[in-house]
RNA sequence: GGAGAGGUGGCCGAGUGGUCGAAGGCGCAGCACUGGAAAUGCUGUAUAGGGGUGACUCUAUCGAGGGUUCGAAUCCCUCCCUCUCCGCCA
């Protein structure tokens, strides 16, 4: 969310950095409001500190020893009455407007960052660098032909279990996936970041605070009886986990790894990547999020892309780093980098991860402050996933895939998997 | 699900209609004392939003929302949450 000073000082700088996202809503209405609700509230309190005195009055006359059916005191209780009413009123449009004006802000996505490069789409993103060797050999298979050739999950029964874009994980695919999502763990872990395992059934307010809700309701599945809804990634319940907090700078940055399901809709992309592991209404995510001092969000938003890296890295996972344009970010964040795994039976390279810099934007939702000397301040939330654990599984079956229809596995996924190797059945 | 208890400042805890933003204690900070420290003493110590260059000042906040009243932490209503016991359950 942004800053209601920021909207009444300065709405042109919003609309300005608005452009470069490719929204330009019309600003005028929504900063009036702020500046109204402002001037009216500024009205408001020297009403009642006017009623504040009288009350204040009456009870100095009481206690002096005047009844209370002297005409001083009948007197202050009427105006005071009158005051009542006239705040009543002033203070109902307050509140409307006061409730208008979140709403709008509420729905504004953050600005971009001063270093996020212009454009209005991810053609517009920009290769900031790439690592490991791409296999371009022809007649590689993509991920789901070698699962199925190897029995790693399936996909029809699941459809009856519960609808398309699911999948069930079957002996090895399952102790693959297991074995993945230990490995990042383990493996963040010893970068210093505190495991986490939070509720994935998030309320409302949760979403509110990370930047899902209001705008991106049809996304997440919602439980209809309960204000709950499953969430789309751990970087809700993280973000959520402080909220209404300050925290001691001196305990900043909080850095934590969650590996959690995650639950979304893909409303919109009916038809996109139907088979596989790529593209589903549940699946599984390590996520990295970095609670952190404002003055430090820059070379944390570096580590953490380094540290998702890292998993691709000790994977031997060849990537890209793409810096996303000003068009291409999402709703709540102000710089992104996106990690794209070179998928070899695909031919391409695909998202696997999205590390982002939101700046103040999640704190001042969720009011997350630190205290920094003897002043509080809004701190700044990092996240970014590390890795999508379906997604990576994809890249491991189509690099490592052999002629005999074997895939080999990374050495560092031994001690998990148990084998260097999955075989075809007999 | 049934019965009961309770939600007050960083924490504990007093406060049942009138200068209560809130006693007291703990914690924390500064000062004094000390060779240094402990102990002790004194002083200070919430958050948010307005206004003022500033000292400062106004407003709101005692779980949330409504109501009664000139005036509510205190009375009334609704809701939420926590705890204890019982039941049920992985």
């Given amino acids: 969310m942004l800053d209601q000073r920021l909207l009444r000082e300065n709405p042109d700088l919003i609309a300005q950095q608005l452009a470069r996202r490719g929204t330009a809503p019309d600003l005028g209405p929504l900063c009036r409001m702020a500046v109204e609700q402002r001037d009216l509230e500024e009205h408001r309190n020297s009403l009642q500190a006017e009623g ?32 009542k009413q006239q705040i009543a009123d002033v203070d109902e449009r307050v509140k409307e407007l006061g409730r208008g004006l979140l709403d709008g802000l509420r729905s504004l996505p953050n600005l971009p ?45 699941s459809v009856r279990i519960a609808q398309s874009r699911f999948v069930t994980l079957m002996g090895a695919g399952a102790r693959l996936e297991r074995g993945l999502i230990a490995f990042m763990l383990d493996h963040h872990g ?30 997440s599945f919602r439980c209809a009886d309960d204000d709950l809804w499953l969430t789309p990634t751990a970087e809700v319940p993280l973000t959520a986990f402080h909220r ?20 979304r809709r893909e409303a919109g992309s009916y038809g996109r990547d139907t088979r596989g592991l790529i ?4 699946f599984n995510k390590v996520e990295l999020y970095w609670f952190c001092h404002p003055d430090q969000s820059d070379a944390a938003h570096e580590q953490l892309t380094r540290d998702a890296e890292g998993i691709l890295e000790a994977l031997g996972l060849p990537y890209r ?21 070179w998928l070899a039976g695909a031919g391409a ?27 509080t301040r809004l701190l700044h939330t990092l996240n970014g996933s590390g ?20 895939v080999t596995l990374p050495e560092v996924l031994v001690p998990y998997v148990g084998s260097d190797r999955l075989l075809p059945p007999p």
């Fill in 321 to 341: 780093r793409l810096e996303l344009c000003s068009g291409d970010l999402g709703f709540s964040a102000a710089r992104t980098f996106d990690l794209e795994v």
């Fill in 113 to 157: 960052s001063a270093a996020t490069p212009d454009g209005r789409s991810e053609a517009d993103n920009v290769e900031r660098h790439r690592w490991g060797t791409p296999r371009q050999e022809e007649g590689l298979l993509e991920h789901w032909q070698i699962a199925e050739r190897l029995g790693l999950f399936e996909n029809e029964r």
């Fill in 279 to 282: 593209r589903l209404h549940q």
């Fill in 349 to 375: 390279y695909r998202e696997i991860s999205s590390c982002s810099t939101c700046g103040e934007f999640q704190a001042r939702r969720s009011a997350i402050r630190c205290r920094d000397g003897k002043t």
């Fill in 52 to 83: 504040n005195g009288i009350g204040r009055d009456v009870g100095q006359l009481l206690r002096n020893g005047t009844a209370a059916d002297d005409p001083a005191v009948v007197d202050l209780r009427e105006r005071g009455n009158r005051l």
């Fill in 190 to 219: 010893r970068n210093g970041y505190r495991e986490m395992a939070p509720p994935i059934l998030v309320n409302s307010a949760s979403l509110t605070g990370s930047g899902q809700l209001p705008k991106f309701a049809d996304e």
């Fill in 244 to 263: 209404d907090e300050v925290i001691a700078a001196d305990q900043l940055p909080l850095r934590y790894v969650a590996h959690t399901p995650c639950f």
């Fill in 387 to 406: 890795l999508a654990v379906g997604r990576t599984m994809a890249a491991l079956l189509e690099h490592g895939q052999q002629p005999d229809g074997s």
